[in-house]
């Protein structure tokens, strides 16, 4: 089973600032990563696949790079609705595992 | 808009058995593979298993396999996960997910609102 750590696990910034969550997989996942949101209450929804690849409807301040082992998450000024928990899951091997999350919050 | 409502869920006693159904709207079902997700309270989701469009691909989570069953009725655009010999840990909010393919594996780009299943003597 392919391991996915996340780090940290909570980052305290302004709104404004810019947020960079690191996710690190416990063997090569190519590029099958992807990146998703979840505020209390909702479901996740996904913001990023395949390590850089916006999904449908997400603000172009998300923005994920990485390959192999190494993959970042970045949000360019943050806005108000952005405070919230990302988690990292990979589909190169079954199964497909989820990080534990990394939570926005604000400082 | 794609449009996903999970049902079914409730208080059970280990061991015990339980049905859950998803029925979606707003796309071609039958052209897509989907998923069950868990998130057990105060933590990360955990996938539990997926079926491809034609029910030919099933996969499960270890976790899971041999207790639990996916199916889907397209004919419905409806999926199901029978959940047997129920467990304290199966214990969680369970979300159905459709993939933006037919193939597996995918990515779960479009979520329920989640249905709660609590194991509990």
């Known amino acids: 089973e392919i391991v996915l750590t996340q780090s940290p696990g909570t980052l305290s910034l302004s709104p404004g600032e810019r947020a960079t969550l690191s996710c690190r997989a416990s063997q090569s996942v190519s590029r099958y990563l992807a990146w998703y949101q979840q505020k209390p209450g909702q479901a996740p929804r996904l913001l990023i696949y395949?390590?850089?690849t916006r999904a449908t409807g997400i603000p172009a301040r998300f923005s994920g790079s990485g390959s192999g082992t190494d993959f970042t998450l970045t949000i360019t000024g943050l806005e108000p609705e952005d405070f919230a928990v990302y988690y990292c899951q990979q589909r190169s091997n079954w199964p497909l595992t989820f990080g534990g999350g990394t939570k926005v919050e604000i400082k | 808009e794609v449009q996903l409502v999970e049902s079914g869920g409730g208080l059970v006693k280990p061991g015990e058995s339980l049905r859950l159904s998803c029925a979606a709207s707003?796309?071609?079902?039958?052209?897509?593979?989907m998923n069950w997700v868990r998130q057990a309270p105060g933590k990360g989701p955990e996938w539990v298993s997926s079926?491809?469009?034609?029910?030919?691909?099933?996969f499960y989570g270890d976790s899971v396999k041999g207790r639990f069953t996916i199916s889907r009725d397209n004919a419905k655009n409806s999926l199901y996960l029978q959940m047997d010999s129920l467990r304290a840990e199966d214990t969680a909010v369970y979300y159905c997910a459709t993939t933006s393919t037919g193939g597996l594996p995918d990515w779960f780009h479009s979520w329920g609102q989640g249905t709660l299943v609590t194991v509990s003597s």
């Open positions: 707003g796309f071609t079902f039958s052209y897509y593979s």
């Open positions: 395949d390590s850089s």
């Open positions: 079926i491809d469009y034609s029910s030919s691909y099933i």
